[in-house]
């Protein structure tokens, strides 16, 4: 989708980042929106497990959303 200098390879992340910037695009402000948004859909765990970040990150992210999962974990009832 986005080839890189060699063939088979794509471009690097720097690269695309740099031509975003360059272009005006908000990088950080779209990658909060992003997790914060995530975090709204899916325990912060699940999320921070699923991109590679360390799970108080996107705990922090449900907390500044407004989120709450604390009722996630539900005790479950077998009739």
Request: proline share 6%.
């Amino acid at each position: 989708m986005f080839p890189g200098v060699f063939a088979g390879q794509p471009i690097s992340y720097s690269t695309v980042a740099k031509r975003l910037r360059e272009l005006g695009f908000p990088l950080r402000q779209a990658r909060v929106v992003t997790i914060r948004q995530l975090v709204q859909q899916a325990p912060a765990p699940v999320v921070a497990e699923a991109l590679g970040f360390h799970h108080t990150s996107t705990t922090r992210q449900v907390a500044n959303a407004g989120g709450n999962w604390s009722r996630y974990a539900t005790s479950r009832t077998d009739h």
